[in-house]
């Protein structure tokens, strides 16, 4: 009864457009979202949003209400609130709602679990106060929470949305700043690419820069040595930038290097993935249309690589209209190749970015003294010191020192363990690989497996 | 520390660790509690320093808190009228001493 031609995972603008597309073919579809409410992270909480809220958020969050609100009149059986804990390699899935489990079964699954931001560990990241930016960001579109005279650190375009939406919402932030150089920039220039659409990425990213200094908030560049200063509670940011030590009173501390493909359950899949230098992040493996190494799985939008939310909806319709001819569906033959193009397009900003707003090596392989895994408090020294005694990989430091074990599941320390190791043993980050990550992918009550077991 | 901007909807009572919390109805659960100037969520187990929101999508767990004796993300979780909330209690059996 629980039997659906495709399960989505993440109603996100992949998700949702994937979703949407098949069911139009006239695929029977389940939309299964962690959320209470359809958007993912990006479009988070849009169907509810206030007109205030809306217009502080901008046009970039706002153009997401005509894609989500498409879902609830369509056919799309979508269920919020659903914890996906267990994927099997036929399209099997476990999930909760509200403590009750369901099986569901799916002839073909798509992934549209997006991104996570990449961990930014730098000494003091584990005191009340600090948070990413995203998290920030969050905060205002779910419940028009604001953080007062916030330190925005880090690098990535969502540093300058953020700082907008924030001078916008009538909070803006004490200071951002940038760890990217000026030889970042240089260096990128190579990858822009001769396109009106990079042109007007670039004039609207300008024109951010041109409210956060109207708005009189400073920016330092080139900043480093980046620590976050207190006992219980985050006080201030210190940093050095171009030669001048400096310090930012603070209790709210903003971090980001922008985002990385959420892995978790690609990985619990034991599907291929390979290292992507351009973006310092594992891929999972995937053919142009997003069919992985095992024929039932698909992964579209950033949890395939970061491409931004225009390229995540392109790939889902792109996806959902490959799938859903696959299974005999309608789809206009031309519709998948006429994507492809366009997606090609949208893409091509993606080097240049990646390039500009690379993170920087200490973020990477964190000083010694920094906390790593936040869960179980292993700091960078100690990764340091398993690599001395001979640990090769990521899962051998779980038994050295308990890394990656805590409840997070290594999603805050996977890539800096995975860094750490390829950077002392002399390997590749391919070669060093990264945790295996076992189901359930979240936790679940004793009683959750139980009520599975039952059923089955 | 955080602020709401104008409240939509309706202003409710829940409580954290006994203290009473206004917060508003259906809202995020770990924006209520920052709202209401909450820093101290839970305490890491291994270091027992203070911990609090960091991603607030279901990712770095640091939010844990305990609701009808279960652990629970505060930031995947809605608050609803007079709603229990509590730190999470040590049950390590690590001697701090």
Redesign the interface.
């Known amino acids: 009864m629980n039997n659906y031609d495709i399960i989505v995972v993440g109603a996100g603008p992949a998700g949702v457009s994937a979703a949407l597309e098949m069911s139009q073919a006239g695929a029977k579809v389940l939309l299964l979202d962690?959320?209470?409410s359809p958007g993912g992270?990006i479009y988070r909480s849009i169907t509810k949003t206030?007109p205030?809220?809306l217009s502080?958020l901008g046009p970039s969050y706002s153009e997401g209400a005509s894609l989500v609100n498409k879902l609830a009149p369509s056919k799309v059986h979508y269920q919020p609130c659903a914890t996906v804990w267990q994927f099997g390699d036929d399209g099997i899935l476990l999930y909760s709602v509200d403590g009750q489990v369901t099986q569901a079964t799916g002839k073909h699954v798509i992934l549209a679990t997006g991104a996570?931001?990449r961990p930014v560990p730098i000494p003091g990241w584990?005191l009340?106060?600090?948070?990413?930016a995203?998290?920030?960001q969050?905060?205002l579109k779910?419940?028009?929470?604001?953080?007062?005279q916030a330190v925005l650190a880090g690098s990535g375009p969502l540093l300058y949305l953020l700082a907008t939406q924030l001078i916008r919402?009538?909070?803006p932030p004490k200071a951002l700043v940038e760890t990217q150089t000026t030889s970042d920039f240089i260096a990128a220039l190579r990858f822009l690419p001769r396109t009106f659409a990079a042109w007007k990425m670039m004039a609207k990213g300008l024109d951010l820069m041109r409210e956060i200094k109207k708005a009189g908030v400073p920016r330092y560049k080139s900043a480093r040595d980046l620590t976050a200063i207190g006992t219980?509670?985050v006080k201030a940011l210190t940093f050095e930038a171009k030669g001048i030590k400096h310090k930012l009173d603070c209790?709210?501390l903003l971090l980001h290097q922008g985002v990385v493909p959420?892995t978790q359950i690609s990985r619990s899949l034991r599907l291929e993935h390979r290292w992507n230098k351009r973006q310092a992040c594992f891929h999972p493996f995937t053919n142009g249309v997003g069919l992985t190494t095992n024929d039932t799985y698909s992964i579209i939008g950033d949890g395939r690589a970061i491409g931004g939310a225009h390229v995540a909806v392109l790939e889902g319709q792109n996806t959902g209209a490959f799938v859903a001819a696959s299974f005999g569906f309608q789809v206009d033959p031309d519709r998948v190749f006429k994507l492809l193009k366009i997606l090609e397009k949208e893409r091509a900003i993606r080097p240049f970015l990646d390039r500009l707003y690379q993170p920087p090596k200490e973020i990477l392989t964190p000083k010694d003294e920094t906390v790593v895994c936040?869960?179980?408090?292993v700091s960078a020294v100690d990764i340091r010191d398993y690599a001395k005694i001979g640990c090769l990989g990521p899962n051998q430091t779980k038994a050295f020192g308990r890394s990656g074990m805590?409840?997070?599941q290594g999603?805050?320390c996977g890539l800096t363990v995975t860094e750490i190791l390829a950077s002392e043993n002399k390997l590749s980050q391919q070669e060093v690989g990264s945790y295996r990550i076992r189901s359930p992918i979240?936790?679940v009550?004793l009683g959750e497996i139980a009520q599975a077991d039952d059923d089955n | 520390?955080?602020?709401?901007?104008?409240?939509?909807g309706q202003k409710i009572q829940i409580f954290f660790d006994d203290q009473e919390i206004e917060a508003?109805e259906g809202?995020?659960l770990a924006?209520?509690l920052?709202?209401a100037d909450v820093?101290?969520?839970r305490s890491?187990p291994?270091?027992k320093?203070?911990?609090?929101?960091?991603?607030?999508?279901?990712?770095?767990?640091?939010c844990?808190v305990e609701i009808d004796g279960?652990?629970k993300q505060a930031?995947?979780i809605?608050a609803t009228v007079g709603l229990k909330v509590g730190t999470l209690k040590d049950i390590s059996g690590v001697d701090d001493e």
Not at chain 2, 49 to 62: D, N, S, T, V
């Open positions: 962690e959320q209470s992270q206030s205030e809220l502080a996570l931001e584990t009340p106060g600090v948070m990413t995203g998290a920030a969050i905060l779910s419940s028009g929470v604001v953080p007062e919402a009538g909070s219980t509670q209790d709210s959420n936040r869960c179980e408090e805590g409840p997070c999603r805050c979240k936790p009550t | 520390m955080f602020r709401r901007l104008k409240p939509q508003i809202e995020n924006a209520a920052l709202a820093t101290h969520f890491n291994v270091s320093q203070p911990r609090a929101p960091y991603c607030m999508m279901g990712a770095c767990f640091e844990l279960q652990s930031c995947m809605e």
